[in-house]
T-cell receptor
Framework: EADIYQTPRYLVIGTGKKITLECSQT?????MYWYQQDPGMELHLIHY???????EKGDLSSESTVSRIRTEHFPLTLESARPSHTSQYLC????????????FGPGTRLTVL | GNSVTQMEGPVTLSEEAFLTINCTYT??????LFWYVQYPGEGLQLLLKATKADDKGSNKGFEATYRKETTSFHLEKGSVQVSDSAVYFC????????????FGKGTKLSVIP
């Protein structure tokens, strides 16, 4: 059973607001990821971290930022939300083995008006 | 680079029908292969995986065999149920220290009574 949590599950917010999407895992995984999922269901990697104080941008350019101060916590922040940020955001984590499973959180559905 | 191609959906089947979702891949080396499933309103969860050629992954009546000669990992189920309605993602982990999954675009399956 995966122990990875995301809050909030749903968020509706106005343009220009600062938001933080929370992601936490209790499995002690060193590797964590943020994906953006478009309406067509395709997944796009936007950020990843391979350990504390390590963050990298993914394949899809994003105006969001992330931090990794603690192993279990990987929040994503948008300084000024825009309607183009409306999407489903999925957090994931995995251990370091070659074929280890990547576990996903339930996602946050963000709507920016 | 690595890539995963899976059949486009949506796929609509009647209950108890046979399911095949095709997946082919391009990768260097010897990747591990995965099928993930995403039920409505949820994150992705691992359905099955195979880590080397000729391995068969199976779970909940679903099966997929790692075919290196055809670079394929097709998902099959002999008799689908309404509860199998979901989006299915094929993915690969190329290993070699990348720790990132390459996903297909997803195939939406709807099973009607």
């Amino acid at each position: 059973e995966a122990d990875i949590y995301q809050t909030p599950r749903y968020l509706v917010i106005g343009t220009g607001k600062k938001i933080t999407l929370e992601c936490s895992q209790t499995m002690g995984h060193d590797k964590m990821y943020w994906y953006q999922q478009d309406p067509g269901m395709e997944l796009h990697l936007i950020h990843y971290s391979y350990g504390v104080n390590s963050t990298e941008k993914g394949d899809l350019s994003s105006e969001s930022t992330v931090s990794r101060i603690r192993t279990e916590h990987f929040p994503l922040t948008l300084e000024s939300a825009r309607p183009s940020h409306t999407s489903q955001y999925l957090c994931a984590s995995r251990d370091s083995g070659r074929s280890d499973t990547q576990y996903f959180g339930p996602g946050t559905r963000l709507t920016v008006l | 680079g690595n890539s995963v191609t899976q059949m486009e959906g949506p796929v609509t089947l009647s209950e108890e029908a046979f399911l095949t979702i095709n997946c082919t891949y391009t990768a260097t080396g010897y990747p591990s292969l995965f099928w993930y499933v995403q039920y409505p309103g949820e994150g992705l969860q691992l359905l099955l995986k195979a880590t080397k050629a000729d391995d068969k992954g199976s779970n909940k009546g679903f099966e997929a065999t790692y075919r290196k000669e055809t670079t394929s990992f097709h998902l099959e189920k002999g008799s689908v149920q309404v509860s199998d309605s979901a989006v299915y993602f094929c993915a690969l982990d190329s290993g070699a220290g990348s720790y990132q999954l390459t996903f297909g675009k997803g195939t939406k399956l709807s099973v009607i009574p």
